[in-house]
């Protein structure tokens, strides 16, 4: 299933672009998975999500845990702590 | 209730008349506005302005975002209307960067739920700060205390 992957902050950056559509094999069914399995994607990946505490995530644009399922997802997206207001 | 997440600078008295305006029966309306601090005193000779900062947003889900902490505040109090406006892009020193009015019967309620909407705001909705000075840019950091704020808002 192709996912669409959005990055913000010092997440896009350290990726050097915003956004990518990825097919993950199906053996990836979690966020931390799919961090797992992007990070493995090229050196610059791998850099971003080295330290992952420092990784939020939204699922179709709701926060959600590195634990939560990915099944059925379109979009997911990949941001440092928010520091807005 | 008027949500706005927008790229232009907006006038603060201007959202506060506006507010209080569509809100005659209301008893209370409290206001708080997050602005752009302005270092420019650091370079006195230049009188140059040596900090600025963007703001980085996820366009959707912060439109949605805010919907969804104005929903929870008028379930927790008795509000007759939220208005949270919060810029995006580049801003300038001393422009504002969010404001937020709460209207109710009594000021009780509109204090609490505009304290409720910022805490929350700060640790959920998705905007990040990137500030420039001299030595060149950085992305500011999320605060520890920021999320003890919010913590004390969680319902046990």
Known sequence: MALNILYFAWVREK??????TVTPPATVETVAQLIDWLAGQSPKHSEAFKNRAQIRVAVDQTHSAHAAKIAGAKEVAFFPPVTGG | MDIRVQKDAFGIGAET????????????????????????????????????????????????????????????????????????GPLKPAEAIVFVATASAHRGDAFAACEFLMDWLKTKAPFWKKETGPSGSSWV????SDDDRAKRWEKT
């Open chain 1, 15 to 20: 990726i050097g672009r915003g956004d990518e």
């Open chain 2, 17 to 88: 008349d506006t507010f209080a305006a569509r809100n005659k029966t209301s008893g209370a309306i409290c206001t708080f506005i997050g602005q752009m601090r302005d270092f420019r005193g650091a370079d006195k000779q230049t009188g140059e302005a040596i900090a600025t900062m963007e703001l980085d947003a996820y366009p959707g889900m912060a439109d949605k975002q805010l919907l969804d902490l104005a929903t929870e505040a008028k379930s927790r109090w008795p509000l007759d209307d939220i208005a949270i406006i919060h810029r995006y």
């Open chain 2, 141 to 144: 950091a999320a605060l520890e």
